[in-house]
């Protein structure tokens, strides 16, 4: 009987993704712009940082979907964070491990294409700090931190903002450092 019943969960759950992936973009279109009669919707590093650090998987998966169809060049370490960061959000287990899967080889393929940018060192750390002692995903942590703090001033203004927000709670970030 419970074995019935996974199942019948199993293939309710399956539909309602294809119809929540079906109907993300339609979705997305409450934050539009309008520009000469053609809406459209634009990345914006200010509001990525901000679902990141939400815990609302509707706002994950719709930040996702405008992602993947931005041309912005820090696509897949945006893609990677999130998916890793969703992989911590109350979804079954099985999604938990390939969404931090994926995510993973899209940060550090993302790294590993652009090693001096600190923003995907920022990133990284995010996700390491907040990671789960279990999935040894720690090592580089210290490195990270010290990457961010040397290339904080060459930042976005927006990605400073992210920084400065998340030193508050950090526990190898600290704004007094970042000042200096």
Known sequence: MLKI???LYLSHYREAMKLLILFTPFSLLFGVVERSGILFQTFDKANFYSVLASSKLRE???ELALIESSSTK???AYEGALLMRKAGLPIPPYEKITSFKTGYHKLEAALAKD?????YHFLRL???EHV???V???KDRDTDSQDVYRAFRDLPPAVQKAILDYSKHSKLLHVKDLNE
């Open 74 to 76: 820090e696509k897949e």
């Open 60 to 62: 994950m998966n719709q």
């Open 115 to 119: 090693s001096s940018n600190g923003e």
């Open 5 to 7: 019943a996974y199942s």
């Open 132 to 134: 789960p002692k279990f």
């Open 136 to 138: 040894h995903y720690d």
């Open 126 to 128: 995010i996700i390491q």
